[in-house]
């Protein structure tokens, strides 16, 4: 059975670092995801509905790259590891959005370290 999270406007998901097993699916609302770098908090990307995130850690079984934090008020239905992992054996059109997701944030990650490089 699949699980929602509500969160208030400022409120952390998860923390880089953290060890969570969940994938969240954003319903309503939006999710700043930053990153820390020499004390700086680095806003890397804002999601929407639709949107999903902390597929990444249950993916490469790791910790989790970056804070999420509600940038508005937001609704998310989690999905635990073994919930994610059947979700994308049995249904391709799910499995592909993923990787149609991290391909785009791949591109996105990109274009950012190379926009200072034509500075020079």
């Given at each position: 059975m699949i699980?929602?999270?509500?969160?208030a406007k400022g409120q952390v998901l998860f923390?880089?670092?953290d060890q969570c097993r969940n994938m969240y699916v954003i319903s309503k609302g939006e999710i700043s995801l930053t990153k820390e770098k020499n004390g700086l908090s680095i806003e890397v990307a804002v999601l929407n509905e639709g949107e999903f995130?902390?597929?990444m850690a249950l993916l490469t079984d790791s910790t989790r790259t970056c804070t999420a934090?509600?940038?508005?008020?937001?609704?998310?239905?989690?999905?635990?590891?073994e919930e994610f992992r059947e979700l994308i054996s049995t249904n391709?059109?799910?499995?592909?959005?993923?990787?149609?997701?991290?391909?785009?944030r791949l591109e996105s990650t990109t274009e950012k370290?190379?926009?200072?490089?034509?500075?020079?």
């Open positions: 699980k929602r999270e509500e969160l923390a880089e670092g995130l902390g597929e934090t509600a940038k508005t008020d937001a609704s998310l239905l989690i999905y635990d590891e391709n059109g799910v499995a592909l959005r993923i990787i149609e997701g991290l391909a785009q370290l190379l926009t200072p490089l034509e500075i020079l």
